[in-house]
């Protein structure tokens, strides 16, 4: 109820939450903004013990889906974007709301740890979508 209220918006707005935070696993949320008509996923950075040790993880490993077989990325980043892509695909979250708000763009934000995590945990997503936005800091 704390987070609705705070942005200002009602339950059905709140397609899903995830607040695990443990290594390579980081809070994210899924809403739809009907201001702006945008889809948005938020990933949020680094904040607590097990963010740190993500953030760590820095080797180059191979990203097996959506680039070039010979592109890399930092292992933590890549792991925690993994698992917000496939918590994402396993409820169904953004092809619900895809489906359900035809024309809506998708927005993702991430800071920190988040922000790295934002162009991976989004690909593979349905492509009829209207338009994508990254808004990545930090």
Same mark, same amino acid.
């Given at each position: 109820?704390?987070?609705?209220? $705070?942005?200002?918006?009602?339950?059905?707005?709140?397609?899903?939450?995830? /607040?695990?935070?443990?290594?390579?696993?980081?809070? /994210?949320?899924?809403?739809?903004?009907?201001? @702006?008509?945008?889809?948005?996923?938020?990933?949020?950075?680094?904040?607590?013990? @097990?963010?740190?040790?993500?953030?760590?993880?820095?080797?180059?490993?191979?990203?097996?889906?959506?680039?070039?077989?010979? /592109?890399?990325?930092?292992?933590?980043?890549?792991?925690?974007?993994?698992?917000?892509? !496939?918590?994402? $695909? $396993?409820?169904?979250?953004?092809?619900? &709301?895809?489906? !359900?708000?035809?024309?809506?763009?998708?927005?993702?934000?991430?800071?920190?740890?988040?922000?790295?995590?934002?162009?991976? @945990?989004?690909?593979? &997503?349905?492509?009829?979508?209207?338009?994508?936005?990254?808004?990545?800091?930090?």
């Amino acid at each position: 109820k704390t987070i609705l209220s $705070r942005a200002g918006m009602s339950p059905e707005d709140l397609i899903v939450v995830s /607040f695990n935070n443990t290594i390579h696993e980081v809070p /994210f949320y899924v809403a739809v903004d009907h201001e @702006s008509k945008n889809i948005i996923v938020g990933v949020r950075g680094t904040q607590s013990l @097990s963010d740190v040790i993500t953030d760590m993880l820095i080797a180059p490993a191979p990203i097996l889906w959506g680039y070039p077989d010979n /592109f890399k990325a930092h292992k933590g980043m890549l792991a925690a974007a993994n698992y917000v892509h !496939n918590k994402m $695909r $396993r409820i169904g979250a953004l092809e619900y &709301a895809i489906e !359900n708000w035809p024309g809506y763009g998708i927005a993702v934000c991430g800071h920190s740890l988040g922000a790295g995590e934002c162009p991976h @945990s989004i690909l593979g &997503a349905n492509n009829s979508m209207s338009q994508l936005t990254m808004c990545i800091i930090g």
